[in-house]
T-cell receptor, first 111, second 116 residues
Framework: GQNIDQPTEMTATEGAIVQINCTYQ??????LFWYQQHAGEAPTFLSY????GLEEKGRFSSFLSRSKGYSYLLLKELQMKDSASYLC????????????FGTGTQLKVEL | DSGVTQTPKHLITATGQRVTLRCSPR?????VYWYQQSLDQGLQFLIQ???????AKGNILERFSAQQFPDLHSELNLSSLELGDSALYFC???????????????FGPGTRLTVL
């Protein structure tokens, strides 16, 4: 089976930097997605990592270490609108393209 | 706006009833995925269709079934509904969906199902 762990909640200050960690234990790992989800809304795609290293995309960056089963999402210059749930999802090899999601990290950005 | 549409937005029904949720994928996408999101469970994969055929299955209950039509829209049928089926049901689509080829999945706005 798959096991994906993320912190349940985090709080950060507007303008600051926050790092949201995700660890996973799975067989047949293909890659890892990060999605942002505001309450009651659809998850929206942020990033995809398949190789080790850092992928930067504007204020958001995502890092992957396949050997350690570890990823993080880095959010810089936090804005109030970044308050949302951040979902880590693992793509498993074999049989379609289904994603296994962690339970999400609820980020609260404060003034 | 992801380009994935879902109807209805809200659905309220009673236990024992049957409902159908509808999803239209982004233009050109061949794969459709269904997910269930309840408060205590997070996003759970239910089933995937690729170009009309079932491609992958998650922990989908036997009371639930889905299909993808020739125009690529998909329907999720939920029957003998129970209180515990109350959840947000999301549809996502991707360009392909083959094993070993990873596509980004784009999610629709969801259908909120309430079973009373």
């Amino acid at each position: 089976g798959q096991n994906i762990d993320q912190p349940t909640e985090m709080t950060a200050t507007e303008g600051a930097i926050v790092q949201i960690n995700c660890t996973y234990q799975t067989s047949g790992f293909n890659g890892l997605f990060w999605y942002q989800q505001h309450a009651g809304e659809a998850p929206t795609f942020l990033s995809y990592n398949v190789l080790d290293g850092l992928e930067e995309k504007g204020r958001f960056s995502s890092f992957l270490s396949r050997s350690k089963g570890y990823s993080y999402l880095l959010l810089k210059e936090l804005q109030m609108k970044d308050s949302a749930s951040y979902l880590c999802a693992v793509d498993i090899m074999g049989g379609g393209n289904k994603l296994t999601f962690g339970t999400g990290t609820q980020l609260k950005v404060e003034l | 706006d992801s380009g994935v549409t879902q109807t209805p937005k809200h659905l309220i029904t009673a236990t024992g009833q049957r409902v159908t949720l509808r999803c239209s994928p982004r233009s050109g996408d061949l794969s459709v995925y269904w997910y269930q999101q309840s408060l205590d469970q997070g996003l759970q994969f239910l089933i995937q269709y690729y170009n009309g055929e079932e491609r992958a299955k998650g922990n989908i209950l036997e009371r639930f079934s889905a299909q993808q039509f020739p125009d690529l829209h998909s329907e999720l049928n939920l029957s003998s509904l129970e209180l515990g089926d109350s959840a947000l049901y999301f549809c996502a689509s991707s360009a392909q969906g083959f094993a070993g080829i990873t596509d980004t999945q784009y999610f629709g706005p969801g259908t909120r199902l309430t079973v009373l």
